[in-house]
């Protein structure tokens, strides 16, 4: 059997019923009857696209919850060597107001490449005092995330991916390989303290300038404890005045101790003294008898 379908302003003199309206973009027309009347015999449907197989191995690579500058954004990387279709999967914020991201159907994410969404496209707010973002397909399985809650976010710093750990980088990168830059600031004053500032999973690390670079893994970050630990032990020389002053000290002691002593044999020759006088008194006396 033969049979006509008319849709817009297309006017076939042999269709029946009403005229279908023009189809939107991925909007498919399927057949469900026959009986002649197009609007009844057709009904418009979107055909679902399967997810791509290799859409379990997409990861968030990076994310700037609070820029110092412009937009809020994330990155997804492939690490495959094959292209991987988005169509189909979604993307969502899971703290406070949750927003979810539709990917587009042609939206595709290139072999051993970056990609970064804005927040001005995704409408997804991450919240400065700590978000994260879950992946999923569509069928609602999670497919990976951004680490769990990367709690408060500083202006201009992102959580990036190192290894399978993430982590606070001064370092923004977006669509290329991430680089890592310690977020921690110490400062070593002339009197030897050491004052430091810290971020939430973040290594420590010194003032001094770090060169940028690619850390394929986190045990590559460089650790900067023992320059705070020298700092800490560094002492005061000792001066010239110090000296005197500890030989001053000393000197008032002795003197102190020797007009004690001679207090204490005043005090034994006042109370005897008349025994002494006494004793002196026969003493002559004798030596005066013995004269004569």
């Not at 973009?25 to 055909?47: C, E, M, Q, T």
């Not at 072999?111 to 005092?129: C, D, E």
């Not at 034994?268 to 003493?283: G, V």
Request: some cysteine; glycine content about 6%; charged content about 20%.
């Amino acid at each position: 059997m033969l049979d006509a379908v008319g849709y817009g302003k297309l006017e076939y003199a042999n269709y029946k019923g009403t005229a279908l309206a023009t189809p939107a973009v991925g909007v498919a027309y399927k057949r469900i009857g026959v009986s002649g009347d197009n609007s009844k015999d057709f009904l418009p449907f979107i055909p679902v696209i399967p997810p791509d197989l290799n859409a379990d191995k997409l990861v968030i690579s990076e994310l700037l919850p609070n820029p110092q500058t412009g937009e809020e954004w994330f990155e997804l990387y492939n690490p495959t060597n094959l292209d991987v279709s988005l169509a189909n999967l979604k993307i969502c914020d899971v703290l406070g107001a949750r927003h979810c991201y539709f990917f587009e159907k042609t939206d595709t994410l290139l072999a051993n490449s970056y990609k970064i969404y804005l927040q001005s496209r995704t409408k997804i707010t991450l919240n400065n005092s700590g978000d994260w973002l879950e992946l999923y397909d569509t069928a609602d399985n999670l497919l990976t995330d951004s680490g769990g809650d990367y709690g408060a976010a500083d202006k201009g710093i992102s959580l990036s991916l190192f290894g399978s750990e993430y982590r606070w980088t001064k370092t923004l990168t977006p669509a290329v390989t991430n680089v890592f830059t310690d977020t921690i600031e110490v400062e070593v004053d002339t009197v030897p303290t050491a004052k430091t500032t810290s971020k939430s999973k973040v290594v420590t690390a010194t003032k001094k300038t770090i060169a940028a670079t690619t850390l394929p893994a986190p045990g590559q970050i460089q650790d900067a404890e023992a320059d705070v630990k020298a700092a800490d032990t560094t002492s005061a020389p000792v001066t010239a005045s110090t000296i005197v002053a500890v030989v001053g000290r000393k000197q008032l002691g002795w003197g102190l101790i020797g007009l004690a002593i001679l207090l204490v044999l005043g005090y034994i020759c006042w109370y005897f003294r008349d025994y002494a006088k006494e004793i002196y008194d026969k003493i002559r006396h004798r030596d005066d008898s013995a004269r004569f």
